[in-house]
């Protein structure tokens, strides 16, 4: 989103997986709003958001076992009891499918319903979304009301997961950028990509963000917000754990927002169909420092001579486009 020549904010979003957005529009006598996961809505109110994934994290936690009671696992506590869920699945013509679940403190045990985890140990999966309250229709619906950006802004701070960039604009010339979601902290050490003491209570959430914390930007001085679903700066002096993208499309929004200041719509219209790679020539040089083009073949000098000349543009003819990825 960025500021252009008629001084109101104009939206671009990229649909880089058109077969996994979800359209739900609203038609009310005073309301109409348009609302997708990758897409901008506009309403009678002259506002404009759009909202893309930013990080949802989910813990796998080693819940312990009592060696002479499998329905019960370590806490620090002591030992209690898990909790037995049966889920019924209904099929058409045929039998339903039934299975039980069981459930620890942290969440459900994985271990029978993830056929690939090969792992003695009761595993089970902890997920923010299902441990705080969910508020997603009240902040749908106070977003879809909002008058201003304050209350829009109130809105965004109410969602705990999953965590959303959250885009925002409007007629009076306010643009911003909210990182929203439930944010929190492990002590320091923690390695969340690897499985949790779930049984000492060593490796329990110590704390839980304010909003306040997370990354948001509102009417910056460089006139633009921007998300590429990317690694935001630091949170409370450190980054902020996650599975973002590389910094490839955030460098070229980045790159082409600061060459100039006077945006029109068609200028955006332009950078929605832009298709060049702001990383990949410096990668292919880094790359190519450590091959040893004495032993290549001819076909192969040839092809790096064309990789190393290569602007990161993947336009039609661009034939290091072809096989710079293989």
Same mark, same amino acid.
């Given at each position: 989103m960025?500021?252009y ?8 979003q990229?649909?880089?997986l ?14 109409t709003s ?5 897409a901008?809505?506009?309403d009678?109110?002259?506002?404009s ?10 813990m ?10 499998p329905?019960?696992?370590q806490?620090?506590?002591?030992f209690?009891?898990?909790?037995f869920i ?9 039998k339903d ?9 942290h969440?459900p045990?994985m271990n029978?319903?993830?056929q690939?985890l090969?792992?003695e140990?009761?595993?089970?999966m902890?997920?923010i ?10 902040? &749908?619906?106070q977003m ?6 304050g209350e829009?802004? &109130?809105?965004? &701070?109410?969602l ?11 007629a ?8 929203s979601?439930?944010?929190y ?8 990509k ?8 060593d490796?329990?959430?110590i704390?839980y963000?304010d ?15 921007y998300?590429?679903n990317?690694?935001p700066?630091?949170?409370?002096g450190?980054?902020?754990?996650g599975y ?19 945006f029109t ?7 929605i169909y ?6 990949a020539?410096?990668i ?13 073949s001819? &076909?192969?000098k ?6 190393q ?6 336009g ?9 990825n293989?």
């Amino acid at each position: 989103m960025i500021r252009y020549q008629s001084n109101y904010p104009t939206m671009s979003q990229r649909f880089l997986l058109p077969t996994l957005v979800l359209l739900c529009t609203l038609v009310l006598p005073n309301l109409t709003s348009n609302y997708t996961l990758k897409a901008q809505s506009i309403d009678e109110l002259l506002q404009s958001r759009g909202l893309t994934f930013e990080q949802a994290q989910q813990m796998a936690q080693n819940a312990g076992v009592d060696p002479n009671n499998p329905n019960e696992y370590q806490t620090p506590s002591g030992f209690e009891k898990y909790e037995f869920i049966e889920k019924r699945i209904k099929i058409k013509d045929e039998k339903d499918t039934v299975y039980q679940i069981k459930v620890s403190k942290h969440g459900p045990v994985m271990n029978s319903i993830i056929q690939h985890l090969d792992d003695e140990r009761p595993i089970a999966m902890q997920w923010i979304y299902t441990k705080l309250e969910n508020q997603l229709l009240q902040l &749908s619906y106070q977003m879809s009301h909002s008058k201003s950006l304050g209350e829009f802004r &109130s809105a965004a &701070s109410k969602l705990h997961a999953p965590g959303l960039n959250i885009m925002y604009g409007d007629a009076k010339n306010n643009i911003a950028w909210f990182a929203s979601g439930q944010l929190y902290k492990y002590r320091e050490g923690v390695n969340t990509k690897l499985v949790l003491d779930g049984a000492s209570g060593d490796d329990e959430i110590i704390e839980y963000f304010d909003f306040e914390e997370n990354p948001q930007a509102i009417n910056p001085s460089i006139h633009y917000v921007y998300s590429a679903n990317n690694q935001p700066d630091s949170i409370k002096g450190g980054l902020y754990p996650g599975y973002y993208l590389p910094e490839d499309r955030a460098k070229r929004i980045v790159g082409l927002l600061e060459a100039k200041n006077d945006f029109t719509k068609e200028d955006v219209a332009k950078m929605i169909y832009d298709v060049t790679s702001a990383t990949a020539p410096t990668i292919i040089q880094n790359l190519s420092t450590g091959i040893d083009r004495a032993s290549l073949s001819v &076909s192969e000098k040839l092809s790096l001579d064309i990789l190393q000349k290569w602007s990161g543009y993947y336009g039609k003819k661009e034939v290091a486009a072809t096989f710079s990825n293989s």
